[in-house]
């Protein structure tokens, strides 16, 4: 009874801290009316300036893109633009909330591209529901952008925009809500395995919920060396098998999700979370607060390791699951230790491939991005350090340099650096912006 009382009092703590912290967000975004805003980067001493930037001068580049459409790169910002672009059909845990009220979200996404990556992003919410219609409408506005980087949209849905685009444009297509999260996923499972010295191809893995995030992150870390016979996948009806009464209408509905059914799971376990937990050396779960109970990583396998990532109250909070017995333990927030963050991925990759002008975006990108997350945590490697922070603005170099290398090595990049050059220039790109922000903020003009 003590046990459940501390729980419920957590939870409303959490809650009433929510209200409290609502309020004041609320206040700061009405006092800035919003948080991103667009400045000239090239001087304009007088008038007489915009006789270069503007007419007549400019009618120059503009011919010269007409006569090759690779100079863009050179002539404009095209190389430095992402589009942030969703149709609000699943915005943070809120919901389909529509276009209008993802824009906050989308705001603070580019405020993060440009602070952790240097990149100008663009929030551009779509009013549009209908799949194929939004793959039309985004590869219309492709001119003005050097990278994609689709958030916030439903499953199943989201699979399929997000391959027909890479198949279809000629420039770099991203969903964080996949891809992000799984290569931070990776990045903390491989420096987990390190601690509790397992290896990645002998690992059971359970993994909870088979939404966006967790699909690629299956994906991710099977070509990181993960079987896929030994993970169990759990979604809302049970754990995914050949045997499921939904099976055909997985296979017509949902094929990514079938496909999991498919490749994984070789013994046909079924059940729910305790069965896919039982005996497992890993459980990574991004589904639903508190779904994970203590008899159930009771039963894993000596030295479990518990990624729990649900916002804002995990599957399981972190010191019941220690309680429990896991090991290593992770969580999406910033309070706990081990935060899964994919800030830590989307900022940095996007400043590797925009510098190199790549033209697409490959899971060997992101395993080069997982890595050397993983390597920059190395020297400080603890059971409650496993993955960097945020705040480490240091590792967002590292890890857009060796994206970069990987895209030059694959063939995808139209600019090729050394490695020591790119590093150069990725390093200034980022670090100048909180150079840029701290003198507007020194001077009163950001208060």
């Not at 010269?64 to 404009?76: G, L």
Request: proline residues 5%; charged residues 25%.
């Amino acid at each position: 009874m003590h046990k459940r009382f501390k729980y419920l009092l957590e939870i409303r703590i959490s809650l009433i801290s929510e209200v409290v912290y609502t309020n004041e967000v609320c206040k700061l975004h009405m006092k800035y009316g919003g948080k991103i805003e667009v400045l000239p980067k090239c001087p304009v001493r007088s008038l007489d300036d915009f006789s270069y930037w503007y007419t007549p001068g400019v009618a120059e580049p503009s011919k010269e893109i007409a006569k090759n459409p690779e100079k863009v790169y050179d002539y404009t910002n095209k190389w430095n633009s992402v589009a942030v672009v969703t149709d609000g059909s699943r915005v943070l845990g809120l919901g389909n909330v529509g276009t209008l009220a993802s824009l906050p979200v989308m705001e603070g996404k580019a405020m993060i591209f440009k602070l952790l990556g240097g990149v100008d992003a663009f929030p551009l919410p779509i009013n549009e529901q209908d799949p194929d219609e939004f793959v039309e409408i985004v590869k219309k506005v492709t001119p003005s952008f050097g990278g994609i980087n689709l958030e916030d949209i439903a499953t199943p849905k989201c699979f399929y925009i997000l391959k027909r685009l890479q198949e279809e444009l000629e420039i770099p297509v991203w969903h964080d809500d996949q891809l992000g999260t799984a290569t931070a996923t990776l990045a903390g499972l491989i420096n987990a395995l390190k601690i509790v010295g397992k290896k990645m191809n002998e690992v059971d893995i359970a993994v909870i919920g088979a939404g966006a995030a967790n699909i690629a992150t299956v994906r991710l870390i099977a070509k990181a060396g993960a079987d896929l016979r030994k993970m169990f996948v759990v979604d809302s009806k049970g754990i995914l098998n050949m045997h499921r009464s939904d099976l055909e209408k997985l296979k017509n509905e949902n094929p990514d999700k079938f496909w999991i059914c498919q490749v994984t799971n070789a013994e046909q376990r079924s059940g729910g979370i305790a069965e896919a937990m039982k005996g497992a050396d890993v459980v990574i779960a991004a589904s639903t607060a508190g779904v994970i109970k203590k008899e159930f990583v009771k039963s894993m396998a000596d030295d479990a390791i518990v990624f729990a990532l649900a916002n804002p109250i995990p599957e399981i909070y972190p010191h019941e699951a220690k309680e429990a017995g896991a090991r290593v333990v992770a969580t999406g927030r910033s309070d706990f230790p081990n935060q899964v963050n994919n800030s830590l991925v989307f900022p940095a990759v996007f400043r590797g491939i925009l510098s190199v002008r790549a033209q697409k975006i490959t899971e060997d990108m992101c395993l080069s991005a997982a890595f050397a997350l993983a390597r920059f945590a190395e020297n400080r490697l603890s059971e409650d350090y496993i993955i960097p922070k945020m705040t480490e603005i240091h590792v967002f170099p590292e890890v857009a340099t060796e994206v970069g290398l990987k895209a030059i090595e694959l063939g995808f990049a139209r600019k090729t650096f050394t490695p020591r050059e790119l590093y150069e220039h990725v390093s200034r790109m980022i670090l100048g912006v909180h150079e840029k922000l701290k003198k507007l903020m020194e001077l009163g003009f950001i208060v």
